[in-house]
């Protein structure tokens, strides 16, 4: 390393860079000239009473020193709490400087070899926040359930939702850290391969056993399958394809995405209620239907040119890759993030159910004042997959021998029933019509493995969602979190299946018939006599009807 210093170089670099610009040395100030030549005599007065290498050293240790402490003082970041990039200088490959000018200009004049460095430098993080002492929702608590005993089957219960303004406010400028996996990216098979075939399908792809436990194995960066295996972009010749405005569009989702299904005609499409307006400018609202569905839309006049309804943008989904409509489903359901890209985060509804908060809200409720990356609540009855897996046989959700068969081989990788010994994991059993989450690269790997048992086993996904979540949070720290289903229930109303709206909204036929003969009178206090109102139920005058309350209801406890 070389200490001297050239005599003039200032003003020789000086001339070159204006000549090289078309600039006139008539045309520079001669404030600058002076200015140089002060540094240049300062300089040379400190290299006469210390050597050069000396005074070199005490210039490198006295930039460290700062460097350092500028580090310690950004490095707090926003909040204290997020993290910060800091560009480098190398110089000779073993000192790092700030790359501010003032220091480059320092190293220039000393004569070190220079070079800017611009590495990969881990981003600003999002690492949670909490409300100030004495906010209303520290001290939150749900209140008992109601002593009434003829009501024991799920209800909504009241959740401690901020302002929609202020949930606005409080959403994270940048993402949550992802632990370990950074970098994931999917296999990409233009000829789907069936080698070892162990379940699977041409468009989930048919990864081997051994490819199915790498998956498991988190490293910083991972190649896996996660459906759309034979295009190398999602829904362009993949199955489950979808219009070219339809692809651009999601993929200018930037921030929120709310996003449901129908197929089959099945569900009617219910309008999001309680929105802000904010959010109404903001929230990109997808509903994926088939061809049949669309159809429908259309010639029931609900849906017009512009592929909307109400704040829903229909995305039209063609070449539909699987013949169970409910395994369909799951495409958009856990693989959200492949065809938004861009989305930060993402709340998932199932196609009977009515949003009736604002999405800011719920996400603020459940993720960001959480910590949490992916959030989903439990079921309001069952825990146990075994349990749940009894269940699904006898109501005949699938074919018994398959639910069998995937059950075993959990059992066979050591799925265990579940017992308080989890705590603080409070189920293996989700109710998975709702999910909320972060799009981030974990959670992301999670929802691609989720989907693969899927594909690989039966389409019941409350069976496959405690293994893949074990063996994620087994290895690294998933911020996975599980809340109350009555707590779901305030935010989504579950309404009727369309073919039992039909039935209900049919008219009812009455016979023709003789008068049925008269009651006998029955001798009554008149107090306790039984009042007749239409064909509904009798009650007793003074009596208490208990009234349904509707999800929407948050302030208040259903009675």
């Not at 069936?194 to 490293?219: A, H």
Request: charged share 25%; aromatic share 10%; net charge positive.
């Amino acid at each position: 390393m070389s200490l001297g210093i050239r005599s003039g170089s200032y003003s020789s670099l000086e001339k070159q860079l204006q000549q090289s610009n078309g600039i006139s040395p008539i045309q520079t100030g001669r404030k600058a000239s002076k200015m140089v030549k002060e540094k240049d005599r300062s300089l040379n007065w400190i290299f006469k009473f210390a050597g050069r290498k000396k005074v070199g050293m005490l210039l490198l240790s006295l930039i460290s020193a700062l460097v350092f402490v500028w580090v310690l003082y950004v490095g707090k970041g926003e909040d204290s709490q997020e993290g910060n990039s800091v560009q480098n200088l190398s110089v000779n490959e073993n000192v790092s400087l700030s790359n501010s000018p003032s220091m480059i200009t320092m190293a220039t004049t000393m004569g070190f070899k220079t070079s800017l460095v611009l590495p990969l430098l881990p981003p600003r993080y999002f690492m949670g926040y909490t409300l100030p002492p004495g906010h209303p929702c520290n001290s939150f608590t749900l209140p008992p359930p109601p002593a009434d005993k003829k009501r024991t089957g799920p209800r909504p219960c009241p959740v401690c939702y901020l302002p929609v303004e202020e949930a606005i406010a409080l959403m994270p400028k940048f993402p949550s850290p992802s632990p370990v996996l950074k970098n994931l990216t999917f296999i990409y098979e233009e000829n789907v391969t069936r080698d070892g075939e162990f379940g699977g399908s041409d468009f989930g792809g048919y990864p081997t056993l051994k490819q199915r436990n790498d998956s498991f194995d988190i490293r910083e960066s991972m190649n896996i399958h996660c459906g759309f295996v034979r295009g190398a972009k999602p829904g362009l010749n993949t199955g489950f394809d979808l219009d070219k405005d339809d692809r651009v569009a999601m993929e200018q989702c930037r921030g929120i995405v709310v996003a449901s299904a129908i197929f089959g005609n099945f569900d009617e499409i219910n309008e999001p209620s309680n929105i802000s307006e904010y959010s109404r400018k903001t929230v990109c609202f997808l509903m994926f239907v088939d061809e049949i569905t669309e159809e429908y839309l259309r010639s029931s006049g609900k849906m017009g040119i512009n592929k909307k309804v109400g704040l829903w943008r229909v995305i039209v989904v063609r070449n539909i890759p699987y013949t169970d409509a409910r395994r369909t489903g799951k495409i958009p359901k856990l693989l959200l993030h492949r065809m938004a890209p861009n989305a930060r985060y993402s709340i998932w509804l199932d196609g009977k159910l009515e949003l009736v908060v604002d999405p800011y809200q719920i996400l603020e409720r459940f993720l960001w004042r959480k910590n949490a990356t992916f959030a989903i609540s439990k079921h309001y009855k069952r825990f146990d997959v075994f349990t749940e897996a009894e269940a699904n046989k006898a109501a005949g959700k699938y074919d018994n021998a398959s639910i069998d068969f995937q059950i075993d081989f959990y059992k066979n990788e050591g799925l265990t029933p579940y017992t308080e010994a989890k705590l603080p994991i409070i189920s293996d059993v989700p109710e998975g019509c709702v999910i909320v989450r972060e799009h981030i690269p974990i959670s992301n790997l999670f929802t691609c493995l989720w989907y693969n048992e899927v594909d690989r086993f039966t389409s019941r996904d409350q069976i496959s969602f405690a293994v893949v979540r074990d063996k994620l949070i087994s290895r690294v720290d998933f911020h996975l979190t599980m809340f109350l289903d009555c707590e779901r229930r305030n935010f989504v109303v579950q309404k009727y299946h369309r073919d039992l709206l039909l039935k209900l909204a049919a008219p009812v036929s009455v016979a023709l018939s003789s008068p049925p003969p008269p009651l006998p009178v029955l001798e009554t206090l008149p107090e306790k006599t039984l009042v007749r109102k239409g064909p509904g139920r009798h009650r007793r005058p003074g009596s208490r009807r208990h009234r349904k309350v509707v999800a929407g209801n948050r302030d208040i406890e259903a009675n």
